[in-house]
């Protein structure tokens, strides 16, 4: 039986608060690339590294242990856990030294990340019904836009502030500003951690007609999709390349503002900040609003629908802010297209929800978040700083290389939707009774 009034969204409160401080954690590097490549004497393909592959390969690896946990053990603990680990990895971010001390704890923190996404979608579609979970999914969501947007905001005004009274670690000597602002951001995340694991409750799984109460196996999911492959081949793949979209500018759209515009840490953090912040909240909920509405006039396919016409209007907003020469332009195509990209956030989680049966929805989660994790930050980072050093004359041309990275991947995703949304329908229809 569903959990009623205001609990279930006192729960989304909470993942969403976990989801912000995740993307914190995880996006705080992409404001500090400057200092750390200068005291640690690092190439942007190092930093990209850094930023993108250490995160993702754990993240991948360990996207399928959380998923498995979270089809088979109670959700609740896998997200303390989790949550736990990467917070602490983020303060340790601070205590690094060398680039195999950095790699390690950027490492840890997408162990503990890959925790989150798979017990979150599963607790959701429990706790709401399907008309209900297009809001319920986008305020989840919400914590990539409002923890990407503080990422921005918070790390450049700490840059500015760490680097202006000389801020160090009373117990590193020797130790950096940039050092300071891993640790200040990474250890409020255990005591959120702590409020989850004290005031959430486990939901009762709602089964599908004829599913097994016992959680099958991961063969069981591997055949699961090989059956339905025509749906989510192009389905996953297609968000992968949105993925690429956006990790790509979450690692080196404060660089290119910085370099390209002239521009401060902290007044890029406030520009950037307030318009993914700000206008990211409101595509997410927009996006979740418009979905709900159509899936209760019988279109179960909206999420991809809604996603697939946010990709034709973000991509050129992204190709103008990147190459735009005046700085005002640029900030305002970027908010613009910030805005319109985030309508994916929620709906791509109701699409997984909506694509596999409940015992399933863990493991598919995993699938999913390895998908766009390793699409986005394993690999978007280090060829966009490839493209920079290699074709478009070093440092200075990261603008020309997310704007390579941002068509490319923008025409694949809209023909990959086009191909999976009509078998994707089918499938749903069909889990949905």
Known sequence: MRATGAYP???????????????????????????????????????????????????????????????????????????????????????ARSFAGLFTARAMIGVGEASLNPAAYSMIADYFTPVRRGVATAIFACGATLGGGLAIMLGGQLVDWAY?????????????????????????????????????????????????????????????????ARVFVPLFAGYSCIAVIGYSFMVWGPVHFMRLHALGAGEV?????????????????????????????GRIEAPVLVTLGAVV?????????????????????FCLGMTVASIVGGLQISMVQSLAPNRLRGIMAAVFGACVNLAGFGIAPTITAFLAESLFGGPMGIGKALAVMTGAAGVVAIVLLLIGIRPGRRLARDLAG
């Open 269 to 297: 953090g406030l520009l950037l900040g307030l318009g993914y912040g700000v206008g990211g909240t409101v595509g997410l909920l927009a996006g979740g609003a418009v979905s709900d509405r159509l899936v209760a006039r």
């Open 9 to 95: 969204y006192y729960v989304v409160v909470c993942l969403m608060v976990a989801s912000a401080l995740s993307f914190l954690d995880r996006l705080a590097l992409s404001m500090l690339i400057e200092p750390v490549k200068a005291d640690l004497g690092l190439s942007d393909t190092q930093v990209s590294v850094l930023a993108g592959a250490a995160f993702a390969g754990s993240y991948v690896l360990f996207a399928f242990v959380f998923g498995r946990w979270v089809d088979t053990r109670e959700r609740r603990g896998a997200i303390v856990v989790g949550m736990t680990l990467w917070s602490l990895a983020t303060a340790a971010c601070g205590l």
């Open 313 to 333: 209007v973000e991509t050129p907003l992204f190709l103008g802010a990147y190459l735009a020469d005046g700085t005002a332009p640029a900030a305002a195509l």
């Open 164 to 228: 202006a009274v000389g801020a160090r670690l009373p117990f590193l000597p020797g130790s950096q500003p940039w050092q300071v602002v891993f640790v200040a951001i990474g250890l409020p995340g255990v005591a959120v951690a702590l409020l989850i694991a004290l005031t959430v409750r486990e939901p009762a799984r709602t089964l599908a007609a004829g599913e097994a109460a016992q959680a099958p196996g991961i063969a069981d999911a591997l055949r699961f999709m090989r059956a339905n």
